[in-house]
């Protein structure tokens, strides 16, 4: 399938924080205001926060020199409420962040010696920031890696990983009450595929798993809301999936990074045949994209990172897209090194919450640290 590129036929609007020697401390401290900074690190392109119904937040990473799993609730606008650092050793593993009413769940991959392999952890926290129980699920000598997780509209769990045992991958599929209690497991041949790109709940129907690996290939799982194997399809988009999103007419918009190098977006039908892929941004620029969210408009926001137009490595990215992918607008900001876009979701008064990490100096050493930060409807600071 060829690949469109959409040259952005509409004014883009740069937000070039911290230019020029005579504005550049108004400017850094200005910016500096504007982001919630927290003081610990994550990997790369995960779900890294959730709202819970009540409309607070929890941001999760690890300690920097422990390792540790530490969490940090917040308020709506992003102001820590509290900091708990746990037991759990994640180092830079893959997280999932989900909630269920007012509680939090968080999804780990981690080895653990009762199975003697990679198992899936899954915490539960409460609307107070007070760590609950941890349930572990695993298969003896086989390691799952690669945990994502979506909380569906019944209030309970899905948890999904890539299970290896030896040369060959399954797709691991579990649903779980949020007592952590296994209501179904399903596994699945995963075809190849590397890992796991993101997890969907089609309210209803079940839900799809995408999974990509690294030829461009990207097989996508359709599941039953019982947890019955339905059929999966195969879809080579020249790219890799980050974040899905239900679309008006109940497909699927996709976000991604073609190995072109540049941000892919991509459109399933409701039967998860591709309809159409089109690399996106400003044609001078490579971007790159992780999360993609419904606008209250019909329309769909976009973020990641792209390489600045500025002496700095990577600015965040915020695209807004119509539902054929032709842009509406383009924002780019950040401070003076590098800052990454990882993930969007709404608050309580439905700002934007983009949440992702950048390059500060804590403890004395330069550091991924995560931050979040709140814009309005148009891309703007709030």
């Not at 610990?40 to 709202?51: C, D, E, H, S």
């Not at 129980?133 to 509209?153: E, H, P, Q, V």
Request: with cysteine.
């Amino acid at each position: 399938m060829a690949i469109r590129r959409i040259i952005w036929g509409f004014t883009i609007v740069t937000a070039m924080l911290g230019l020029g020697s005579c504005k550049k401390e108004e400017a850094t401290k200005k910016t500096q205001a504007q982001y919630n900074d927290y003081d610990i690190q994550n990997g790369f392109g995960f779900k890294l926060a959730a709202a819970n119904k009540e409309g607070n937040h929890l941001v999760v990473g690890t300690d920097f020199n422990t390792g540790a799993l530490t969490y940090i609730l917040t308020d709506a606008n992003g102001k820590a409420i509290k900091k708990q650092e746990t037991a759990l050793y994640s180092g830079q593993g893959s997280f999932s962040v989900g909630a269920s009413g007012n509680d939090f769940y968080v999804l780990t991959s981690n080895f653990h010696g009762q199975f003697g392999s990679s198992s899936e952890y899954l915490t539960k926290i409460n609307q107070n920031g007070v760590m609950g129980w941890t349930k572990i699920f695993g298969d003896t000598g086989k390691n799952l890696s690669y945990a994502r997780m979506c909380t569906g509209a019944d209030g309970n769990i899905v948890l999904a990983s890539m299970l290896f045992e030896g040369p060959d991958r399954f797709l691991s599929i579990r649903k779980v009450d949020t007592d952590g209690n296994q209501m179904w497991r399903l596994l699945i041949n995963a075809n190849n595929q590397a890992e796991i790109s993101d997890i969907i709940e089609m309210t209803g129907e079940g839900y799809v798993v995408f999974c990509k690996d690294n030829s461009g290939t990207q097989t996508c799982f359709k599941i039953s809301k019982n947890g019955k194997f339905e059929y999966s399809k195969i879809a080579s988009i020249a790219g890799s999936i980050n974040s899905a999103a239900i679309a008006k007419d109940g497909g699927f918009m996709c976000v991604g990074i073609a190995f072109a190098g540049d941000m892919l977006l991509t459109k399933f039908t409701k039967d998860l045949e591709v309809e159409w892929t089109q690399m996106v941004g400003k044609p001078e620029e490579t971007e790159y994209g992780f999360s993609i969210m419904p606008s209250d408009d019909g329309n769909y926001y976009i973020t990641g990172y792209g390489n600045g137009t500025r002496t700095r490595s990577f600015d965040i990215v915020l695209m807004k897209v119509d539902e054929k992918g032709q842009g509406i607008f383009y924002r780019a900001f950040g401070e003076l090194d590098a800052d990454f876009g990882f993930q969007l979701m709404y608050n309580k008064h439905r700002d934007i919450v983009l949440t992702g990490l950048r390059n500060r100096v804590v403890d004395g050493q330069m550091r991924n640290a995560v931050y979040n930060i709140l814009l309005d409807k148009d891309g703007n600071f709030k």
